[in-house]
C-alpha cells in the first residue's frame, strides 16, 4: 500500500462561525498543490499526500517534510504535525504522534494503538472488561466471534483493526469536497478559462458546469487540467492540477538548455515506476558518476517480476539540477523493445524509473 | 454581455480535423453525433493517434474532455497541436468511467473515452445513443484485451507501427487501417507519421 504523508493542524479542526476555517484550510492546500497536485482534502485540520512522488523530485522524504513545513508556515503561521504510514487510519495516527513509519512498518504501528484509537467508546470498554487493550489485541480475535457479540459498526472496525479497510468510517468528511468547492466559488470567476477574443464563450460555460459536474462525482481532484511551464523533462514541464485550482503559473514556451530533444513521451507517468535494466549478462546497468552506462542494456524488468527484451536503446542524457536548495543527478535513457513500444527511463538516487511510454 | 460562438459554426454538421486527419475521414472532419474507434496494441501509437484528433477542433475552440487516460503527456499533446486550454482530463474516473463521460456530455464537442476494461453492451449503447442525441464526437480508444462492443462509425485500427532512430528516438510511421459505415465504408490502409521529429502528425 501506497505511503500517504498526514497534515494535522490541530487549530484548524474545528469551524469557526465565520467560515474562516475553512478558507484557511483551502489556503494551505492550494499552497500545497505546488508541490503535489495529489493533495486530498480529508477533513478540516488534515489532508494527505502521496509520499513517493514529491520524495522523489525534491530527493528525499526530508526534504518534502521541510518543503510542508515552511508551506504551512508561510501560509498560516502554524506548525504542522506530520506524519507518514500506509492507508489514511495509520497515517492520521502516524501524524497525531508526528511519527514517520517506513515501508512494511504500519501494521506494527497498527497493533501497538490503544484499542480507543478505533474510536468507540463503548468498544474501548468492552474490550477492557475482555483484557484487550489494544488494536492488535482487538485484531486476532476470530471475525466469527466479532460477529457474534458486536454489531456491524464494530465488525467494520475489525477489519480497519486487521489491516483490511484502511480508514475509519467517519474519518473522511464526505461534504467536506462540496463545501471547498463552494468556497472556492470567488477563484473559479477568476480563474476562468478565456476563449481567442478575450471573452467567454458559451461553450465555455457549458464546459465548465460539466467540468463541475464530475468534481461533484468524482472528488476535488477528479477532473483536472493541463499547464504547461519551463523545465528540462517532459515530467517536469508538464502539470495537471484540479480544475478550479487558482492558476499558479503561466505557460511558458522559453526554451531551456538542456531540454530533452525529439518528441516527448505521449503518457507521462506521474508516479514513475522502479524498474531494473539488465545487460545481457544479467547484470543491473548502472550510471556511473561521470553519466555513462556500464553497459549496454538489453532487457527491461519489473518489480512484478516481467521482463521485456530491448532492441535499441539511447542516451543517458545528463541533467544535472539545483533546485530546492539540493542538487538533483538525473539521466534519461530511451528504450526500444521487441514489441514496438518505445519507453522514457530516468535514473535517480541509484536507480531506474519508468517515467514515460511514446504509446 | 455578448456570448461568442467558437470560430467554428457550432451548429456544423463537421467537428474540423487537420491533415493528416482530415483526408481520410469522409467529409474531412468528424460527424457530428457518430463514435469513433481507435484500436490499437497498447504502446503502439494509438493514444497519440486518439489525441491528436483533437487538435484542431480545439485550437478552432471546441472543448474536449479525456476520460480514463491516466496520465496524459501534456507536452506531447501540446506538441501535437492540442489547445490544452480547452481539454478537461478525468485521468481516474475508477468505476466510474460512463458516468463521468455522461457528466461531459453537454459541456464539450469532443468526447475521448478509454474504458480500464471491456465496456459492457448496455454501458456501450447508451453512451452512443447520448452522443447522437446531444450532437458531440465519441472517440473510444480501445485495445485487444478491451475491444468497443459495439460497430463504430469510423474506425482507425493501427495495424503496426515502426520508429525512426538516431541517436535518439526520432519519430514513428503508423499504418491504419481506416474504416467504417456508409461513406466511411473501406477507406484503405494509410501510414501517418506520430510523432514526428518536431512531436506533431504529419502525412507521410
Not at chain 1, 23 to 32: E, S
Not at chain 1, 95 to 113: C, K, M
Request: positive net charge.
Amino acid at each position: 500500500m501506497e505511503r500517504l504523508l498526514a497534515l494535522w493542524v490541530e487549530p484548524l479542526s474545528e469551524e469557526r462561525p465565520d467560515g474562516s476555517v475553512l478558507r484557511d484550510y483551502l489556503r494551505v492546500l492550494d499552497a500545497l498543490e505546488v508541490l503535489c497536485p495529489f493533495v486530498e482534502p480529508v477533513r478540516l485540520g488534515l489532508c494527505t499526500l502521496p509520499l513517493r512522488g514529491p520524495s522523489r523530485f525534491f530527493g528525499g522524504d526530508e526534504a518534502v517534510f521541510a518543503a510542508v513545513r515552511q508551506i504551512v508556515r508561510d501560509v498560516l503561521g502554524l506548525d504542522v504535525a506530520l506524519g507518514v504510514a500506509e492507508g489514511l487510519f495509520c497515517a492520521e495516527l502516524a501524524a497525531r504522534q508526528g511519527v514517520v513509519l517506513h515501508a512494511g512498518q504500519t501494521t506494527a504501528f497498527r497493533r501497538v494503538q490503544p484499542l480507543a484509537a478505533l474510536g468507540h467508546k463503548e468498544l474501548a470498554t468492552t474490550g477492557r472488561s475482555l483484557g484487550i487493550y489494544s488494536v492488535g489485541d482487538f485484531a486476532d480475535l476470530d471475525a466469527s466471534r466479532v460477529a457474534e457479540r458486536f454489531n456491524a459498526a464494530v465488525r467494520v472496525l475489525h477489519r480497519v483493526a486487521r489491516g483490511e479497510l484502511a480508514e475509519l468510517p467517519g474519518q473522511r468528511d464526505t461534504r467536506l469536497s462540496a463545501r471547498l468547492r463552494d468556497a472556492r466559488g470567488e477563484d473559479i470567476k477568476g480563474d476562468e478559462q478565456v476563449s481567442f477574443f478575450g471573452q467567454r464563450s458559451a461553450g465555455d460555460d457549458r464546459a465548465r458546469a460539466a467540468a463541475h459536474r464530475v468534481r461533484h462525482r468524482l472528488g476535488p481532484d477528479g477532473v483536472l487540467v493541463a499547464r504547461l511551464r519551463g523545465g528540462r523533462a517532459p515530467e517536469d514541464r508538464a502539470s495537471l492540477t484540479p480544475w478550479g485550482s487558482p492558476s499558479c503559473d503561466e505557460r511558458d514556451d522559453a526554451p531551456w538548455p538542456g531540454r530533452l530533444a525529439g518528441p516527448s513521451p505521449i503518457t507521462s507517468l506521474h508516479q514513475p515506476v522502479a524498474v531494473e535494466l539488465c545487460d545481457d549478462a544479467d547484470e543491473p546497468v548502472r550510471m556511473s558518476a561521470r553519466g555513462s552506462l556500464s553497459a549496454a542494456p538489453t532487457s527491461l524488468v519489473f518489480a512484478h517480476g516481467s521482463r521485456r527484451s530491448i532492441v535499441w536503446f539511447a542516451g543517458p542524457w545528463p541533467l544535472v539540477e539545483r533546485w530546492w536548495a539540493s542538487g538533483r543527478r538525473r539521466a534519461h535513457v530511451q528504450v526500444l523493445l521487441d514489441s514496438g513500444e518505445a519507453m522514457l527511463l530516468s535514473a535517480e538516487v541509484g536507480r531506474w524509473w519508468l517515467v514515460g511510454i511514446y504509446d | 454581455m455578448a456570448t461568442l460562438r467558437p470560430v467554428t459554426l457550432a451548429k456544423s454538421r463537421i467537428v474540423p480535423l487537420s491533415e493528416p486527419w482530415a483526408s481520410l475521414t469522409p467529409g474531412g472532419g468528424l460527424r457530428r453525433g457518430s463514435t469513433v474507434v481507435v484500436h490499437a496494441q497498447p504502446g503502439l501509437g494509438g493514444l497519440s493517434v486518439g489525441l491528436s484528433l483533437l487538435s484542431d477542433a480545439s485550437a478552432k475552440g471546441h472543448w474536449a474532455a479525456v476520460v480514463g487516460v491516466d496520465d496524459p503527456g501534456v507536452v506531447a499533446m501540446s506538441d501535437l497541436g492540442v489547445d490544452l486550454r480547452r481539454v478537461l482530463f478525468v485521468p481516474r474516473p475508477r468505476g466510474a468511467w460512463a458516468e463521468a463521460a455522461g457528466d461531459l456530455l453537454d459541456g464539450v464537442d469532443l468526447l475521448i473515452v478509454r474504458p480500464p476494461s471491456r465496456a459492457s453492451h448496455g454501458a456501450a449503447r447508451k453512451l452512443m445513443d447520448r452522443v447522437r442525441e446531444r450532437g458531440i464526437v465519441l472517440i473510444v480508444l480501445t485495445e485487444p484485451r478491451a475491444p468497443w462492443p459495439l460497430p463504430a462509425d469510423l474506425s482507425f485500427h493501427l495495424v503496426s507501427s515502426r520508429w525512426i532512430m538516431s541517436s535518439r528516438l526520432d519519430a514513428r510511421y503508423v499504418t491504419l487501417r481506416v474504416s467504417g459505415r456508409g461513406e466511411a465504408q473501406h477507406r484503405g490502409e494509410h501510414v501517418v507519421m506520430v510523432p514526428d521529429v518536431r512531436g506533431r502528425a504529419v502525412a507521410r
